[in-house]
């Protein structure tokens, strides 16, 4: 700048950035290392659940009367946290203290059973496969530790065409 040029006034502009638009799910990540979780149900697809749970550090309780052959190779040989059978029905004194709960059940009045008492005790549910009765949806993981990285499908699990997302 020469001397005979006056400096261009400068004034602080604020802009605000537009709001952000809604989402469907808030994309959370809980801290699950030494705390227990429980799932309810012995199938594989409670076992996957247990297994995700475990990875993170939870203590798993599962209660299930007749756990399938891929649970009782977890509680064998978890990846992180316990994975302990309780060989018997769930009940609502289960989940007090719980971090989280999954619930692997088909029987609707079942489902309705777990949700209820669930949110009787606060404690965060889900339902596996029943999206209506989830206060929490796991997203598909891509699993870089210790970057992890979450998509949200906002709870469906399945394509158009019935075929499970991959």
């Known amino acids: 700048m020469s001397s005979h040029e006056t400096p261009l006034a400068r004034s602080p502009q604020s802009l605000r ?14 801290t699950l290392a030494g705390r227990r979780a429980v799932v309810v149900g012995g199938n594989e697809a409670a076992a996957w659940k247990a297994e995700l749970l ?24 978890p990846p992180g946290g316990s994975v302990v059978l309780d060989r018997r029905a769930w009940c609502a004194a289960d989940f007090a203290g719980a971090a989280l709960v999954v619930g692997a059940a088909r ?16 404690v965060p549910l889900n339902v596996i496969d029943k999206p209506a009765f989830c206060t929490f949806q796991f997203g598909a993981i891509v699993n870089r530790s210790p970057l992890v990285v979450g998509i949200s499908t906002d709870g469906a699990a399945r394509r158009g065409d019935d075929q499970p997302l991959r």
């Open 17 to 30: 950035p537009p709001r952000m638009g809604a989402l469907a799910t808030l994309p959370l990540f809980f």
């Open 54 to 77: 475990s990875a993170a550090g939870a203590t798993i309780e599962v209660r299930a009367p007749d756990p399938c052959a891929e649970m009782e190779a977890l509680a064998a040989d």
């Open 107 to 122: 029987d609707n009045a079942e489902v309705a059973s777990i949700f209820e008492a669930a949110r009787e005790v606060g």
